[in-house]
Each structure stands twice: as structure tokens, then as C-alpha cells.
């Protein structure tokens, strides 16, 4: 029975180190259990020698990839011709005698290595199958086993055998089914080669050129309106864009002047939000202090909501929680408060005293006087009770420069300090420090300053501050509105949700 499979086309797997060897059997010797290939292929490419021949322990795996036609092999019982072949290998079968054999596609059969069908190429390969082909299981058992029996072939032996139905057999699908229908939709989805995927992009504005969106939309607009339903708007629509802080409901216009003094003011400063902030003089300013005082803003008052808004500013240029956390205690910032023998002096004790309660070095120095004012003994009474400390003296002052000066040294009025020693040498220091300085409520641009401030605190409303001053930053004292109508100031609060607002020189 061996010389029964003489000319057919096979795959012999030899394993990694022999590899893959196809050809046409030319001899099968039961005995040694050997089988010869003639015209060999090996791993894809034709061999040198003309005949090859294997043993059966050699051999990992065997698959018959065509069968000899009719004038290559004898007939058996029934059978004209049968080619075995695997499950969704292409597998050829010749026409019967009386005529009956249906024709679909026959395939081209060479000696060189035989490419295996995908299986969407399964449904027009066409087979010739009539009533006296039909073989039964039995039959190629009996074939089966004439070949060597290496553990590869029987793996596919067994693979036959567990089959219930001839390889050649063709069973009809079942119409109306719904696992047939699913199954053909998956091949036609899934059953192409990967290497027939174009290579070619999709042309995404060619298609969407295609795309008229005006008539789309012209079209949905025509029938909103026949409809009575709400347009949706269409393209040349420009919708208004809002940002995160603006409201989208319609409001009054806004209004960005909403201060007005009786006076033109000499200078005139605008917030981040772009409301207008003119200056005062000096001489409006000292009576809207004073009106203020007369209702009950006392200087304690003033002097307590001052120390509390240039601390807070104070602390924003040390660097905030950043700087001022539990983790950087090593990093404790250091402050030199300068202050002169007047209120001014008073309202930088007051800043120092709420530094010092923020875990900051307060280094305060004020000259030695005779006599002080109340406003500044009471202020250094609650200084005393802090970690800060005081020194009359340049000479005690840091040597190394600091975190921040803070500028309390000038007054609107005693212009006469700035003569005197003491004053002299503490702006050497500050100048010779190389320290940021602020300065609280600095006098206007017509008076010297002997310190160049990189930020000025105004209170209330500003001063036509100079150059020197730096950038200029307003804090809220607590004046009420009827305060400032009752000198004349048309005014409205430009603080928003903050006691201390940047101001822009316009």
C-alpha cells in the first residue's frame, strides 16, 4: 500500500536544525522506514541534490499537500482518483466517468513548494466531486498507514481519524442559520492577508471635501423653521467665548471710573480689573484722615488696620507659604524695620509686631528720643512682647544683608530729620545692604526720599508718588463710603475681594 502515495507532493518538518523539506515521494521503504523525495525543496529554496531521504525518527511532522492524478497512481474500489488534502488545503479530485462531476476550479499543481491557500480563497477553489467519490473513513486508514509512521504524521493521522467526514467532502451550509451567516461575515471581515492591506493613507480631506456642511446645515435650518423647533445655529454663527471669571449674563456697562476727586489730580493709577485710581494731595488726603477720626477711625484703629495689610503684603514678598511653612524652619526670613519718631514709625512698629507673630526676625530700629508720642510707646509696649528685637544704634544692625527692609523713616512734615545723624547713617545701611526695601505710606514725589523703595503702600487713596517709589501698591484702612463723599470724593471701593490691590501707572 505504500507505493500508493509514489508522486505525491509532501511537507516534511524536520525540526529547528534540519528545517522544512517539500518535494514529490519518490520511494517508500517500509522495512527501513525510510521515504525519498525527488526535485527537493529546502526551507524555500531548491536543493542541489536531486533525491533526498529521511527516517522516520527525523521526521517531527508530515503534511501531503497534493495527491497524483490519474496516470500517476492506481484506481482502489470506487475511487477514480482522490488527493488527500488538509482541512483548507486546496485539494483536486478528477472528473467521473459518467459526466456527473460538477466543475468548479481546478488549481495548477507543480513540483516546486506549494503555497497554502488563505481561507477566503477557499470559497472559489472549486472541487469535482461525483456520486462514486464518496470514500469512507476506512479507506484512509487503510492508506494512512502504509506511510512511515513518524510522531508528527500521526499526529496528523489522528487529527484525520477524530474527523467524522472525508477531507474531499464538501458539506453544504445550512441555510437560514445564524452561526453560518456569522461565520461568513467574520471572513469576509477578517479572512484577507495582511499583506493586501493598501499601503496607501486614507485620504481624510478628500472625503470630507465631499462634505457640503452649508447645504447640511441650510437643510436642518429650513426644517427647524417649518417645524416650529429652536435653531441650533449654523456655521457663519460666531458665538461670543467667555472666560472662567466672566458672566455670561447680560449686565449694565461697566463703568471703570467710579472714583472721582473735586480736584484734577496730578497722577492717576488704574487696577488689574482697569478701574481708573486717581491721586489726592497730600493736604485732601490729611483731612479725609482726620474727617475719618472724627466718626471713629481712631489712629489706634488706623494704626492696628495698617500694621495688619503691610504685613500681609510683607509676607507675600517673602515668599508666602513657600517660604513660611513648618519643613523650612531653618530658612526663617529676617526683616529690618526702620522707623523715625512719628506715626509713620507707629504704623511700621504695628507691621513688625504682626511679623513677628508669623514666626518672622524682626529687626526694629528706632532712635533714642527724650520723649515719644503715645501712639509709638504703646506700639513699643506690644513690640516688647514679641520675639523681635530692638536697637537704637546702626552699629547693631546685620552686617549681611537681610530678607527685606522695611522704609518707615520719612514723615509728610518734619523734613527737618532727614539732618540728622542718625538718619544719615541708616540710609547708608539700607542703600549699602543691597536688600529689597517697601516702603509704608512714603511722603510725595516734591519731597526727597533718602531710600530708593522697589514697593510703596499707600492708604486709603495714593499720593502722586515719584519714580523713587517704586511700584505702588494700595491697602484698605477701613474709611466708609459717606467718609469719603463728605470731603468731596466721589467714591466707589476698587479692593474687589482683596485689602491690598497692585496700582498701574497709566
Known amino acids: 500500500m505504500a507505493t500508493d502515495w509514489l508522486g505525491s507532493i509532501v511537507s516534511i518538518n524536520?525540526?529547528?536544525?534540519?528545517?522544512?523539506?517539500?518535494?514529490?515521494?519518490s520511494a517508500v521503504d517500509q522495512v527501513s522506514q525510510t521515504i525519498s523525495l525527488t526535485r527537493p525543496f529546502h526551507n524555500g529554496v531548491k536543493c542541489l541534490?536531486?533525491?533526498?531521504?529521511?527516517?522516520?525518527?527525523?521526521?517531527?511532522?508530515?503534511?501531503?499537500?497534493?495527491?497524483?492524478?490519474?496516470?500517476d497512481s492506481r484506481q482502489c474500489g470506487d475511487l477514480q482518483q482522490t488527493e488527500v488534502g488538509i482541512p483548507g488545503v486546496g485539494c483536486q479530485v478528477s472528473p467521473s466517468q459518467n459526466g456527473t462531476g460538477k466543475v468548479l476550479k481546478k488549481p495548477i499543481s507543480s513540483s516546486a513548494p506549494q503555497n497554502i491557500p488563505r481561507r477566503t480563497d477557499m470559497k472559489n477553489q472549486d472541487i469535482i466531486i461525483s456520486p462514486q467519490q464518496q470514500c469512507s473513513k476506512s479507506y484512509m486508514d487503510r492508506h494512512v498507514e502504509a506511510l512511515p509512521q513518524s510522531k508528527g504524521f500521526r499526529r496528523r493521522h489522528n487529527s484525520w481519524s477524530s474527523s467524522s467526514r472525508h477531507p474531499?467532502?464538501?458539506?453544504?451550509?445550512?441555510?437560514?442559520?445564524?452561526?453560518?451567516?456569522?461565520?461568513?461575515?467574520?471572513?469576509?471581515?477578517f479572512g484577507d492577508d495582511i499583506d493586501e492591506i493598501p499601503d496607501t493613507d486614507f485620504d481624510f480631506e478628500?472625503?470630507?471635501?465631499?462634505?457640503?456642511?452649508?447645504?447640511?446645515?441650510?437643510?436642518?435650518?429650513?426644517?427647524?423653521?417649518?417645524?416650529?423647533?429652536?435653531?441650533?445655529?449654523?456655521?457663519?454663527?460666531?458665538?461670543?467665548?467667555?472666560?472662567?471669571?466672566?458672566?455670561?449674563?447680560?449686565?449694565?456697562?461697566?463703568?471703570?471710573?467710579?472714583?472721582?476727586?473735586?480736584?484734577?489730580?496730578?497722577?492717576?493709577?488704574?487696577?488689574?480689573?482697569?478701574?481708573?485710581?486717581?491721586?489726592?494731595?497730600?493736604e485732601l488726603h490729611k483731612k479725609l484722615l482726620s474727617v475719618a477720626e472724627k466718626h471713629g477711625l481712631t489712629l489706634e484703629r488706623?494704626?492696628?488696620?495698617?500694621?495688619?495689610?503691610?504685613?500681609?503684603?510683607?509676607?507675600?514678598?517673602?515668599?508666602?507659604?513657600?517660604?513660611?511653612?513648618p519643613?523650612?524652619?531653618?530658612?526663617?526670613?529676617?526683616?529690618?524695620?526702620?522707623?523715625?519718631?512719628?506715626?509713620?514709625?507707629?504704623?511700621?512698629?504695628?507691621?513688625?509686631?504682626?511679623?513677628?507673630?508669623?514666626?518672622?526676625?524682626?529687626?526694629?530700629?528706632?532712635?533714642?528720643?527724650?520723649?515719644?508720642?503715645?501712639?509709638?510707646?504703646?506700639?513699643?509696649?506690644?513690640?516688647?512682647?514679641?520675639?523681635?528685637?530692638?536697637?537704637?544704634?546702626?552699629r547693631d544692625l546685620p552686617g549681611t544683608p537681610v530678607d527685606l527692609v522695611i522704609n518707615c523713616l520719612d514723615c509728610h512734615e518734619n523734613a527737618f530729620l532727614r539732618d540728622q545723624p542718625w538718619y544719615k547713617a541708616v540710609v547708608d545701611w539700607a542703600n549699602q545692604n543691597?536688600?529689597?526695601?517697601?516702603?509704608?505710606?512714603?511722603?510725595?514725589?516734591?519731597?526727597?526720599?533718602?531710600?530708593?523703595?522697589?514697593?510703596?503702600?499707600?492708604?486709603?487713596?495714593?499720593?502722586?508718588?515719584?519714580?523713587?517709589?517704586?511700584?505702588?501698591?494700595?491697602?484698605?484702612?477701613?474709611?466708609?463710603?459717606k467718609v469719603f463723599q463728605e470731603v468731596g470724593i466721589n467714591y466707589h471701593s476698587p479692593f474687589g475681594c482683596k485689602f491690598v490691590i497692585p496700582l498701574h501707572s497709566t
Open 14 to 25: 524536520c525540526g529547528e536544525s534540519l528545517g522544512v523539506y517539500q518535494g514529490r515521494v
Open 49 to 71: 541534490v536531486p533525491e533526498v531521504t529521511f527516517r522516520a525518527g527525523d521526521i517531527t511532522e508530515l503534511k501531503i499537500l497534493e495527491i497524483p492524478g490519474p496516470g
Open 168 to 189: 474531499n467532502q464538501v458539506t453544504p451550509k445550512k441555510s437560514g442559520l445564524k452561526n453560518g451567516q456569522m461565520k461568513s461575515k467574520d471572513d469576509e471581515c
Open 206 to 282: 478628500g472625503n470630507l471635501a465631499l462634505f457640503d456642511k452649508a447645504a447640511v446645515f441650510e437643510e436642518i435650518e429650513t426644517y427647524e423653521r417649518r417645524s416650529g423647533t429652536r435653531s441650533r445655529g449654523t456655521p457663519n454663527e460666531k458665538t461670543a467665548r467667555y472666560r472662567h471669571d466672566e458672566n455670561i449674563l447680560e449686565s449694565e456697562p461697566i463703568v471703570y471710573r467710579r472714583i472721582v476727586v473735586p480736584q484734577n489730580a496730578n497722577k492717576e493709577f488704574c487696577t488689574d480689573s482697569g478701574l481708573v485710581v486717581p491721586s489726592v494731595s497730600y
Open 302 to 325: 488706623r494704626l492696628e488696620m495698617t500694621g495688619v495689610c503691610a504685613s500681609q503684603m510683607a509676607l507675600s514678598l517673602l515668599g508666602g507659604p513657600n517660604r513660611l511653612n
Open 327 to 394: 519643613k523650612n524652619v531653618h530658612q526663617r526670613p529676617t526683616v529690618a524695620l526702620l522707623c523715625g519718631p512719628h506715626v509713620k514709625g507707629a504704623q511700621g512698629i504695628s507691621c513688625g509686631r504682626h511679623l513677628s507673630n508669623h514666626d518672622v526676625h524682626i529687626i526694629l530700629f528706632l532712635p533714642n528720643f527724650v520723649k515719644m508720642l503715645e501712639s509709638i510707646t504703646n506700639e513699643l509696649n506690644l513690640f516688647s512682647k514679641t520675639q523681635g528685637q530692638q536697637v537704637s544704634s546702626v
Open 434 to 481: 543691597r536688600a529689597p526695601v517697601l516702603s509704608i505710606d512714603p511722603p510725595i514725589n516734591e519731597m526727597e526720599q533718602g531710600i530708593d523703595a522697589k514697593w510703596s503702600l499707600a492708604l486709603g487713596l495714593p499720593l502722586p508718588l515719584g519714580e523713587r517709589a517704586g511700584r505702588v501698591y494700595l491697602c484698605d484702612i477701613g474709611i466708609p463710603q
